[in-house]
Nanobody, 123 residues
Framework: VQLQASGGGLVKAGRSAAITCRGFGQIFGPYVMGWFRQAPGKEREFVAA????????HYADSVKGRFTISRDTAENLGYLEMNRLIPEDTAVYFC?????????????????WGRGTQVTVSS
């Protein structure tokens, strides 16, 4: 079972970027898929999560209205579209899956993690 995040890179403030998470193995259902990020010198923090059906999405207040999470359960793919990026969004972004629908913002609930992909927003 593996998760692999890709995309991101260097982006100017105000622009958009998208990152993708691909799952290898039967892990995407009925799991919640989440995105977390970790900036240098900071704790890993919750960004967004989406239920297995894709019907419910949750966002951290810091990204609400700017980021959109989605998934293609049949293809074992997850996406994070990031708009109106700001330098504070600079971090390594991780995708993860959890069997717990309720505590979606707690990293400890997630059982499988990808290696992360860097997103750097320049001012």
């Amino acid at each position: 079972v593996q998760l692999q995040a890709s995309g991101g890179g260097l982006v100017k403030a105000g622009r958009s970027a998208a990152i993708t998470c691909r799952g290898f193995g039967q892990i995407f259902g009925p799991y919640v898929m989440g995105w977390f990020r970790q900036a240098p010198g900071k704790e890993r923090e919750f960004v967004a999560a989406i239920t297995w059906s894709g019907g419910i999405q949750h966002y951290a207040d810091s990204v609400k209205g700017r980021f959109t999470i989605s998934r293609d359960t049949a293809e074992n793919l997850g996406y994070l579209e990031m708009n109106r990026l700001i330098p504070e969004d600079t971090a390594v972004y991780f995708c993860a899956v959890s069997p717990n629908n309720n505590d979606y913002d707690r990293s400890a609930e997630y059982v499988y993690w990808g290696r992360g992909t860097q997103v750097t927003v320049s001012s």
